[in-house]
């Protein structure tokens, strides 16, 4: 039985080697496996704060642009008012 024991001592101490160095080889593994997902997320994360910077900046000329429209349409109105009133007064001349 002395042997048998010792085989088994030998065994449960291996095992035990075994699962130490196969977690630190595990977790090390991991750790290279991440550190580019880790680069990716923080290049993901700058492009998505500059797209927002983008997106407003587009918003605030959107915005002036309105105001412009907004300019062009009023002219545009009174333009047209005064044709009016033109055609009207060459229309009465001609009668």
């Not at 002395?2 to 595990?26: E, P, T």
């Not at 923080?42 to 997106?55: G, H, V, W």
């Not at 900046?57 to 009133?85: D, F, P, T, V």
């Amino acid at each position: 039985m002395g042997i048998g024991k010792s085989i088994l001592r030998r065994a449960v101490v291996w095992l035990i080697l075994g699962l130490i160095g196969g977690g630190i080889a595990a977790d090390l593994w991991w750790r290279q496996a991440t550190r580019g997902t880790d680069k990716q997320v923080k290049q993901l994360q700058t492009e998505i704060d500059s797209e927002k910077m983008r997106a407003q900046q587009l918003e605030s000329k959107l915005a002036e642009a309105g105001g412009e429209l907004r300019q062009l349409k009023e002219q545009l109105a009174a333009e047209r008012n005064l044709r009016r009133r033109y055609e009207d007064l060459v229309t009465r001349g001609r009668k």
